[in-house]
């Protein structure tokens, strides 16, 4: 990455978004999800190729198609705001820890649910600003269904008949408790606490639906016991806690973003009901 001068950053820091400019920035954010999802379908309906990356996660050219489409409207869209995808290079923190906002892309969430063409994968966009997602949107193309938020303007689902409503979570029952799980990452500590619960509902689901599941008011829970990377969540955390409700690690800490090197995210709770004690369920380590 080339070296900036402090006059280029002072440059791009006037041309920061302002809060009050998301809302009307999140409908042109839908557009560019719809338009990578189109990519992403044409390659669905194909007998598309399945490649490894260096840690062995599946690559499509659906992936890529996407990925090249967000990053190319981004950059008309916004300029001087930097584009970190899960499909694109390496930029070490070095680097990264001098953005005050930038993009922050997974351009075909749920990558083993498109290769098992069940259609639980989606487009995610989120905007960063310092460690915080401050907006969000969600695709799916399969159901032309969306997700949208940005700070303090609330969480909405989109139809894909272009009716919008707006989303809350709901308050839990502890007799009546539906936990949203991953369909292709399951593990014993997830079934050992689903153990713990009084009978639950499980819904399992792929990708970034869990989250919104939770933020719609269908699942109290999304409890993730295993590895993501940050552009998972961070679309769907703006999501969540405009919806009312919160994502937080283990401890109880608010999920951040670009605090250090790796970009593995901690093992995480997605929340409903914030007033409702969840660690009298979990497993003290």
Known sequence: MSHRSDKDNKADQMNEIKHHELEE???????????????????????????????????????????????DQLTKLTPSIPILSEESSHISFSDRQKWTQYW???????????????????????????????????????????????????????????????????????????????????NQRLQDF??????????????????????????DIYPRFGLTSEWDTAAAQAIVEEAGGMVVDTDYKRLEYNTKESLLNPEFLVIADKQFDWARYLEKE
């Open 25 to 71: 920035l999140t409908s042109e954010i839908l557009k560019i999800s719809h338009e990578a999802g189109e990519k992403i379908l044409e390659i669905y309906e194909t007998d598309f190729s399945v490649e490894n990356k260096k840690d062995n996660s599946p690559l499509t050219a659906a992936d890529m198609a996407a990925h090249n489409t967000i990053c």
């Open 104 to 186: 922050l892309v997974d351009p075909l969430d749920g990558t083993r649910e498109f290769i098992k063409r069940n259609g639980e994968f989606s487009v995610n966009i989120a905007l960063i600003e310092g460690h915080s997602s401050i907006m969000g949107v969600i695709y799916i193309p399969v159901t032309g269904v969306s997700y949208s938020a940005s700070i303090n303007n609330g969480a909405y689902k989109h139809e894909s008949n272009g009716d919008k409503s707006q989303i809350c979570v709901k308050q839990t029952n502890a007799n009546a408790i539906t936990i949203a799980g991953s369909r292709s990452h399951g």
């Open 194 to 219: 689903i153990a713990s619960l009084n009978n639950p509902e499980v819904l399992s689901v792929g990708s970034s639906l869990k989250f919104c599941l939770v933020a719609e008011g269908t699942a």
